[in-house]
């Protein structure tokens, strides 16, 4: 295990729904990231947090909303999401986020269909 | 535009060969460079680092090099075993700490 937590693991939801993903990560980190990964596509860089500060939101829609309560635990809150946004979101934290020379910890991440 | 291309989508081998995978790069300047190993249903796993001012760096039966001026990395793994099978990812810093991923190479090792 990477020390980096994710639930639910499986998600459908509908188009109207109104759902959260939540992480959990106990290396004690200072950075938290969200990623989506579609099919066929790189890894998609969405939110990044700095000691509970929102400091990336990389171009991200309204429709997915983070929250970071504590440098431990992170949510991306879901509504009214599209088909297209169906893909495995994957959730990581490094030591901190200034520098790159930290490698980046990830979940398991949760597998969400939007139907 | 920014750009990262790993050479192929799939890479055979058999097993206790040596797979080479390449990752290169446009438009960028990284100070590191990263590597990742993700399995089916699971989080990409990191493997390994290097910084822009080394050559070569070796972990176990894994080699990275990294070339600035060909703006490429090469990522060896020597005799091969059908359990280096995965995805490998390559990432690099474009800014303050956030990596760009390359869309990865499927590795698979024949017994």
């Known amino acids: 295990e990477t020390g980096v937590t994710q639930t639910p693991r499986h998600l459908v939801m509908g188009m109207t729904n109104k759902k959260s993903l939540k992480c959990e990560q106990h290396?004690?980190?200072?950075?938290m990231y969200w990623y989506k990964q579609s099919a066929k596509k790189p890894l998609e860089l969405m939110f990044v947090?700095?000691?509970?500060?929102?400091?990336e939101n990389n171009s991200v829609p309204s429709r997915f909303s983070p929250e970071c309560p504590n440098s431990s635990h992170l949510f991306l809150h879901l509504h009214t999401l599209q088909p297209e946004d169906s893909a495995l979101y994957l959730c990581?934290?490094?030591?901190?986020?200034?520098?790159?020379?930290?490698?980046?910890?990830f979940g398991p991440g949760t597998r969400l269909t939007v139907t | 535009s920014q750009k990262i291309e790993q050479n192929s989508e799939a890479l055979n081998i058999q097993e206790g060969k040596t797979a080479t995978l390449t990752c290169n790069y446009t438009?960028?300047?990284?100070?590191?460079l990263q590597w990742y190993r993700q399995d089916p249903g699971r989080g990409p796993v990191f493997l390994l680092l290097?910084?822009?001012?080394?050559k070569e760096k070796r972990k176990e039966r894994l080699k990275v090099t990294f070339d600035t001026t060909l703006k490429q990395s090469l990522f060896h793994i020597t005799a091969s075993q059908p359990a280096d099978s995965a995805t490998y990812l390559c990432?690099?810093?474009?800014?303050?700490?956030?990596?760009?991923f390359g869309q990865g190479t499927i590795l698979t090792v024949h017994p």
């Open positions: 990581a934290s490094s030591q901190d986020f200034a520098a790159a020379h930290y490698e980046q910890y």
């Open positions: 290396l004690g980190h200072n950075a």
């Open positions: 947090y700095s000691l509970e500060e929102r400091v």
């Open positions: 438009n960028y300047s990284p100070a590191y």
């Open positions: 290097i910084r822009e001012n080394e």
């Open positions: 990432a690099l810093d474009i800014s303050r700490g956030k990596l760009t």
